[in-house]
């Protein structure tokens, strides 16, 4: 069974530019999480999904950043317009409905705004 | 609000010795507990898990955590470091949006 998928691995841009990322959560998990660790610091939580809707977006930073799960599979996190401090590895991670609600990681993208 | 300290961001013990990384917690509920780790290049893998059953968790590679409310502690352990135990841990505790510690980097010498 694949893991969570997280593309791309790293990305490097400008600042104000516009960056994508995407994650595949596991098959069949309803539960959808990004989380972010700015360098140095701890890994903080951004949102979290149930199925296709935002069940807690009370970490996002700014309306610079949206997140989508269309049809509650993958989902994207868009940041736009970039700024430095949005610099750091943004996680996901997906989790079953119900049970003991371990939460499986992506291996990250590494987003480096210059 | 609920909230992680991990003592020492880096840890560093010889090869066959005993590692301990220190997690302490606060939550105003009963809190669910765990231990992440991250090698080189990876994602996070859970090592273990507290959901408020047994006190002392087994995990994967030896690991175990005991659960202590009294010291509000979880603190995970290794009876015999490995080098391929090098890696940096995170406490975590939270039933969703999971909060994390900072971290602890283990480094082990041979």
């Known amino acids: 069974e694949a893991g969570v998928t997280q593309f791309p691995s790293h990305s490097v841009i400008e600042k104000g530019q516009t960056v994508t990322l995407r994650c595949d959560p596991i098959?069949?998990?309803?539960?959808l999480y990004w989380y972010r660790r700015v360098m140095g610091k701890e890994i903080k939580f951004l949102l979290h999904?149930?199925?296709?809707?935002?069940?807690?977006e009370s970490g996002m930073p700014n309306n610079r950043f949206l997140a989508e799960r269309t049809g509650g599979t993958y989902s994207t996190l868009k940041v736009q317009p970039a700024e430095l401090e949005d610099s750091g590895v943004y996680f996901c991670?997906?989790?079953?409905?119900?049970?003991?609600?371990?939460?499986?990681f992506g291996a990250g993208t590494r987003l480096s705004v210059l | 609000a609920q909230s992680v300290t991990q003592l020492g961001s880096h840890v560093s013990v010889s090869e066959g010795a005993l590692v301990l990384l220190r997690c302490n917690y606060s939550s105003s509920v009963p809190p669910y507990l765990f231990w992440y780790v991250q090698y080189p290049n990876q994602g996070l893998q859970l090592l273990l898990k507290?959901?408020?059953?047994?006190?002392l968790v087994k995990g994967i590679n030896g690991f175990e955590a005991e659960f202590k409310k009294s010291e509000t502690s979880f603190h995970l352990t290794k009876p015999s470091a490995h080098m391929s135990d090098a890696a940096e841990y995170f406490c975590a505790t939270g039933r969703r949006a999971l909060t994390f510690g900072s971290g602890t980097r283990l480094q082990v010498q041979p």
């Open positions: 991670a997906s989790s079953q409905s119900g049970g003991p609600l371990i939460q499986y």
């Open positions: 098959s069949g998990h309803d539960n």
């Open positions: 999904f149930v199925k296709e809707s935002k069940q807690d």
């Open positions: 507290y959901t408020s059953a047994a006190t």
